[in-house]
């Protein structure tokens, strides 16, 4: 325990860390997310094509590759051609925008899926309907997709999120010092692991409760047409 | 078509030195390895690999930076230029040197014959004929001793830890296994307080490898042989007795490059 108080600015540190990666992927991936589900739907063949070549991919590959083919072989190929052109010796890759975006980019396939079925299971009668009292385009995604769409999502939402957060665990590959290689670098360093360790499964506890309870919110608030007196 | 080839080569060449006479080192360290680095409470790196870094540096005269990497992702990250070398407790082995180039070793931590204190044994192919000697089954040191003692009576144990309990039983005239490991978890524990070293490190290259060296990128000649030349100085004025002693109750570098 004092272990843990000597080297709480550590931890705290590798906090701040995760969470700002975790938010920032999770930025990335609805985006991503959204524009996939749309892609899919769409009657755009090349749209449907990319979106499905994304997710096919993506999913296909584990995580940790992914990273390290995204920040080293990126970082390889940056350096190739600034070799080639001469224009520039080695520019550097930043380790949060990369760990974020590719983070982003892996569970943006997930969001994909999870958009794409809540589009789906809205009534297809609604739509009509919309389009024949003459709605436009962007008022019948807002009052007719939009609320029903979060309704269906949240609970696939929900799941990729927590997997999301944890996920967030593989950038220390990169270099990137969140919570779980600060608890392990201290640990190793302290020859206290398990102190470290446990303390860090704590945090994560912590963050997933915090998560579920602003999830239960926003069911709440996005099922009050439907909900049961 | 060869000429073109070696342009091309030279004008990199030309690129890189260029960037290397004026930029800092980048050096990558790891920081979960103690005594060889670890993280201070303030976050700080600290330890031996850490002070050598540092040492090193300053006999280059070279401004330095270190670069926390994950152990992980250490070789990846020296090949895509995030860091020029490193420095990082990392054994020079022949798969990584398909990848990577390494300098002369700055440590090779000795393996060492360890008996009781008035044995009277001496660590030597005589000195330890027909006497029963404790290895670990499989290990480098399983190796050297079939070597170097042919006439002991080798015991061969599963771990580490059977051979120094069997040797504080009595069940075995002495054991050979890693210096540090001896010191650390036998010579410096109650069990082990009648023990003591043998004279004579034992560093064959064949059966323990090259040691511990300082890795660049391949075709990095100059900057690893930069770094061969200082951990030289640094040997011969005293600054790495300084570090060495700050951590080690005894010296870890194990003798000339050559061996013995």
Redesign the interface.
Known sequence: MDLLI??R??LW?GLVTTVQIALASLFFSVALGLIGAWAKLSANRTARALAGAYTTLVRGVPDLVLI?LV??GG??TL?AIG?AT?LW??LEVSQFAAGALTIGVIFGAYFTETFRGAILAIPRGQIEAGISIGMSRPLLFRRIVWPQMVRYALPGFGNNWLVQLKTTALV????L?DLV??A??????T?ALFTFMAAAFVIYLGLTALSDLGLRALERRYSRGVQRA | MIRKTLIAAAT?AT??N??FAQDKLRIGVE????PFS??????SLAGFDIDIAMALCAEMKRDCEL????W??MI??L????FDAIVASMSITEERKRQIDFSAKYYKTPARVVAKKDSGLEGTATGLAGKRLGVQRGSTHQCYAEKMFPEAEIVLYGTQEEVFSDLALGRIDAQLSDSLISQESFLSKPEGADFAFLAGDHTDVDCYGEGVGIAVRQGEEELRDAFSAAITAIRDNGTYKTVNDKYFPFDIYGGRPDGM
């Open positions: 000597e080297y600015s550590q540190a390290m920040f080293f970082q390889v350096n070799a001469g010796d080695y220390s590959v990169i270099g010092q290689y600060n392990f670098a201290a640990g190793r360093s020859d | 990199l690129l890189a260029g960037a920081g979960a390895y103690p670890f993280k201070q409470a303030d976050g670069v926390e990497q994950d992980d992702g990846p990250a090949k895509a230029k995030k």
